[in-house]
Structure formats: structure tokens, C-alpha cells
């Protein structure tokens, strides 16, 4: 089991960047595939972007392309999200999400989220 807990969420204004943490406890992080989801207000969750075991693979939603980048460190326990160029359509509570399946259409642990609200 592993236990993510998300931080660096806040109030931008468009055009900004912000960079998300995901701290990460328990056994073999480096196992897991690390993931991003969103949930804006009245919206379904959504993917964001997600990265394999050892970084060798990213995927990405449309929206995000050549703006948002997922990394993460294995002996820090941690994944990141740099979001560059952030619009109003950004704003969404952001969570962290790991599972041992790079294409898992479900992930299995969650973090409790933390809030990004990008103003026009």
C-alpha cells in the first residue's frame, strides 16, 4: 500500500506556472506507476498525465501537451507536476495517484488533492 499526500496547489494568474508535489510513504514506491488527475467544478475527474516506474514513459492528456510535465524520483519517494502557461480551464483540485499499471484506466491509491485556481 502506499499513502500520497499533494502540495503547491494555489491562486495563479493565466500565464503562470506552478509545480506540484506528490509525497509518497510505504513500500516500493518505485514500483508504482505515478499518476495526475483533475476534477474541476460540476466535472467529471480526469487525467492529466502519468509516468512509468522509471520514468521511461509519459503520456499526457490533449489539453495539457507541451505545457504540463510529470517527473519523479524514485529515491525521494516523490512525483512532480510543472504546469507552465496556465489557463482559467486549469482550475481544478489536482490529485496524485499511483498504481503498478502504466494504462491503468483506474488507479488505485489516491492522494486527498490540493486546489489550483488560475484567474483571467
Known amino acids: 500500500q502506499v499513502q500520497l499526500v499533494e502540495s503547491g496547489g494555489g491562486l495563479v494568474q493565466a500565464g503562470d506556472s506552478l509545480r506540484l508535489s506528490c509525497a509518497a510513504s510505504?513500500?516500493?514506491?518505485?514500483?508504482?506507476?505515478m499518476g495526475w488527475f483533475r476534477q474541476a467544478p460540476g466535472k467529471e475527474r480526469e487525467f492529466v498525465a502519468a509516468i512509468s516506474t522509471r520514468s521511461i514513459r509519459t503520456r499526457y492528456a490533449d489539453s495539457v501537451k507541451g505545457r504540463f510535465t510529470i517527473s519523479r524520483d524514485n529515491a525521494k519517494n516523490a512525483v512532480s507536476l510543472q504546469m507552465n502557461s496556465l489557463k482559467p480551464e486549469d482550475t481544478a483540485v489536482y490529485y496524485c495517484?499511483?498504481?503498478?499499471?502504466?494504462?491503468?484506466?483506474?488507479?488505485?491509491?489516491w492522494g486527498q488533492g490540493t486546489q489550483v485556481i488560475v484567474s483571467s
Open positions: 510505504g513500500r516500493s514506491f518505485s514500483s508504482y506507476a
Open positions: 495517484a499511483a498504481d503498478p499499471s502504466f494504462m491503468a484506466a483506474s488507479y488505485a491509491y
